[in-house]
């Protein structure tokens, strides 16, 4: 299949992108389609992302005087998405090279409005300006498509916000670097040895183009999968960076069975993000670290629990900070960022990992921990038969008071216990054992009478509406052993409203004698659950107190 993006046609654009035209907010716009029947129709897209042609939309905005000026770099942008549609890495690439190379020959893909607004904004300014422009827009666009295409500015700033303090002659490497968003924002601008690898071919001809661009030195992106075929085998790195693809399971652990980089262990094909992270750990210096962003569910699944128990048991992990939701662009689960470090020497390793929770904060909020969102826990505790390393659960667990919780639970135990048996009716032998065998009426015929009605799907039993019927009554003999037998369906499907059912026949009085009884009945159920959820908590709580110590017998 030919590489070369389709012809150019009218450019096309979404609703934020006429939003910003406008000067007005996304809610706006799609006011505006509903309210006007003249709006411009979609000319692609999807039903969730529908595009439109821009000539219409200035037309139309012209015509209710709600258009202003269109900026130069507004048009450039239009005229690339005209012409690549979603291949804007594609665009960004073919415009880095135009303007990297003036006197090279034009890419293919180019339009000619696009080649003259790129050339035009260059001499107003810089070309390097020009193509951080664009890859400002075309994040801001993927941010906004819930892509995971580039790395989100959130994920960024707590990446450098992890990474601290970078020195000026330190070595930086991303083996997933995309467009170079994280390897060139992490440390100062000038300095560092910078390297990067991306299987995108036109994802690193764009970073490179931009770097270089920009002059800045130090900067080197080779392409070609780093996992597969690895460009920077001698490369030893102060700092690895990554932001890995996430559920590829052809990752290639087939081919590569054998290779020295899985020193502790080889990856399963469901965790290819374990073989990104022990990618980035081969390539660190005695004493260089790694953050890697990764899905929270790697810190608990099965089959990564033994290279999960390798990095703790090798002091290798440091820490593991659980980002708040929305932090990535994609999704609004929470992600993580894991730290690991080289040991310099055999016992260059300390004896915990620090765990932060800040999934309770904003995703633009502060990222230093508060008080209770951080611990220090010590190896062994992580070493057990799950290695369960969310932070969460560990954070937790560490500022439990669990004398307190114990003995707030054997008192509510204690009076629940009380209550319990104070609810149980007392009953005596009754005089007619066939009760329901003597005068009876179905539920149907009190249905049909008026005197029940049903809550709908919410509330299926029936209840009384008629000061002859009591509620409790009703209910207590439609949950008899008789009537459950007539209200379950051959697939064992219990229906409270069985209108088959039938209740006997008795005056108001002895209705509500039986009623409170009843009545009586389920609330002693009722409590009876809730005594056996408290013992379960109360054991469990006594056991694990006494297991690590925060607990001890009395006398």
Known sequence: MSDTPAAPVNALVTGAEI???????????????????????????????????????????????????????????????GAYGDEMVGALADVAQLLAHADAEVPAG??????????????????????????????????????DQVTSPRVVRAVRHCAGEVPADATLFDPACGIGTLLLAVGPERGPKRYGQESDARSASFAQSRVDLAGRGGVDIATGDSLRDDRWTDLKADLVICDPP???????????????????????????????????????????????VMPASVAYRKAGRRIRAELVRRGILTQITALAPGTASSHALPVHLWHLRRPRTLGDTGGTVRMVDL?????????????????????????D??????????????????????????????????????????????????????????????ARAGLVEYGGAERPEPVSVSEHLDTDYLQGFLRSAVN????????????????????????????????????????????????????REAAALARDGLGNGALTPRG
Do not use: C
């Not at 035209?21 to 529908?50: E, I, K, M, Q």
């Not at 107003?124 to 801001?140: I, N, P, W, Y």
């Not at 390393?389 to 307190?404: D, I, K």
């Not at 499907?493 to 209705?511: E, H």
């Open 246 to 292: 996430v559920g590829d399971t052809d990752w290639g652990r087939e081919e590569l069975l054998l290779d020295s980089r899985w020193e502790l262990g080889t990856p399963s094909r469901a965790e290819g993000e374990l073989a990104w992270l022990q990618h980035a750990y081969a390539h660190t210096t005695p004493g260089g670290r790694v953050l890697m």
């Open 385 to 446: 038969d799950t290695v369960d390393l969310t932070p969460g659960r560990h954070v937790e667990e560490s500022h439990r008071n669990y004398a307190s919780e114990y003995e707030n639970l054997r008192r509510e135990l204690t009076e629940q216990v009380r209550l319990l048996a104070e609810l149980l009716p007392a009953l005596a032998a009754g005089e007619d054992p066939g009760l329901l065998d003597g005068p009876s009426v179905s539920v149907a015929d009190l």
């Open 359 to 383: 999934t309770a904060n904003d995703p633009d909020g502060l990222l230093e921990p508060g008080p209770g969102q951080a611990a220090d826990v010590p190896l062994i505790d992580l070493l």
């Open 110 to 147: 180019l339009p000619d409005e696009a080649v003259r607004l790129a050339r035009e904004l260059a001499a107003q300014g810089s070309a390097a300006e020009v193509v951080d422009a664009l890859a400002e827009r075309f994040t801001d666009s993927v941010r906004r498509a819930g892509s």
């Open 19 to 81: 939003a910003r035209l406008a000067g007005v907010t996304r809610a706006a716009v799609s006011n505006w389609r509903r309210r006007y029947d003249d709006f411009p129709a979609p000319a692609g897209g999807g039903v969730n992302s529908p595009l439109f042609d821009l000539a219409e939309v200035q037309a139309w905005l012209d015509s209710q005087r709600k258009g202003q000026h269109v900026s130069a770099e507004v048009q450039l942008w239009q005229a690339l998405r």
């Open 484 to 535: 459950t037998r007539r209200s379950t369906s051959a697939s064992g499907t219990f229906r409270l409203d069985g209108k088959g059912a039938r209740i006997p026949q008795m005056d108001i009085a002895q209705q509500r004698r039986f009623g409170a009884v009843f009545r009586a009945l389920q609330e002693f159920e009722e409590r009876a659950r809730r005594v056996t959820e408290l013992s």
